[in-house]
């Protein structure tokens, strides 16, 4: 069974820091790309950030652009995302995803986890 198992959310406060980890099970995404997105209550899923499969291209969504870093162990089959300065507006529910291009668009993604939430307090 295709897995892809999110962790590290939880509560921080605003300026704080979280390092999601999301790792995969039943297949290696080696050869994928793989993403985060996020969902805050009452709002669309967006795009956070994405990185090729062999790590050399990332790319990020202006909101997060130089607080964020998004990084891959292709030996561990896991995606990370490091989350520094955090703001109250980052709460959400952060899922990763892999797909066989790094899109900012979810439609593109075939293996999605189920989510972590991320609470930044004032």
């Known amino acids: 069974q295709v897995q892809l198992e999110e962790s590290g959310g939880g509560l921080v406060q605003a300026g704080g820091s979280l390092r999601l980890s999301c790792a995969a099970s039943g297949r290696t995404f080696n050869t994928y790309a793989r993403s985060w997105f996020r969902q805050a209550p009452g709002k669309e899923r967006e795009f956070v950030a994405t990185i090729t499969w062999s790590g050399a291209t990332t790319n990020y969504a202006d909101s997060v652009k130089g607080r964020f870093t998004i990084s891959r162990d292709n030996a561990k089959n896991t995606l990370y995302l490091q989350m520094n300065s955090l703001k109250p507006e980052d709460t959400a529910n952060y899922y990763c995803?892999?797909?066989?291009?790094?899109?900012?668009?979810?439609?593109?993604?075939?293996?999605w986890g189920q989510g972590t939430q991320v609470t930044v307090s004032s």
């Open positions: 995803a892999a797909g066989s291009t790094a899109s900012i668009s979810e439609y593109e993604y075939v293996y």
